[in-house]
Nanobody, 123 residues
Framework: QGQPVESGGGSVQSGGSLRLSCEIS?????LGWFRQAPGKRRAAVAA???????TYADSVKGRFTVSRDNDKNIVDLQMNSLEAEDTAMYYCAAGTLRCGYYFTSPNYQPETWGRGTQVTVSS
């Protein structure tokens, strides 16, 4: 499986929106987005299983929407009502477990990672 390629990061003011997109070869059970802010551990943000089941971190529920196109091997993240606390490097990832596992413990990590795209939200 090839390395995922992310796009769509950038800078936006608080309350604004951004859309991230990721292309990845092959189909994995779970495709999702993780983020890492300076001084913090990388954490799961939003992910979607091959059958369409979505999982979100509590901090982004109601603001972020994850979607995937199994035919085009793409996973997107629509981010609305962005806050300064959303500032981080965002990584696309693919895993062989159900997405929910990656939200339960840092011991569960997807196998394939992109290089990341920076999202900066100014207040």
């Amino acid at each position: 499986q090839g390395q995922p390629v992310e796009s769509g990061g950038g800078s936006v003011q608080s309350g604004g929106s951004l859309r991230l997109s990721c292309e990845i070869s092959g189909n994995s059970l779970c495709l999702g987005w993780f983020r890492q802010a300076p001084g913090k551990r990388r954490a799961a943000v939003a992910a979607v299983d091959y059958d369409g089941r979505r999982t979100y971190a509590d901090s982004v529920k109601g603001r972020f929407t994850v979607s995937r196109d199994n035919d085009k091997n793409i996973v997107d993240l629509q981010m609305n009502s962005l806050e300064a606390e959303d500032t981080a490097m965002y990584y696309c990832a693919a895993g062989t477990l159900r997405c929910g596992y990656y939200f339960t413990s840092p011991n569960y990590q997807p196998e394939t990672w992109g290089r990341g795209t920076q999202v900066t939200v100014s207040s």
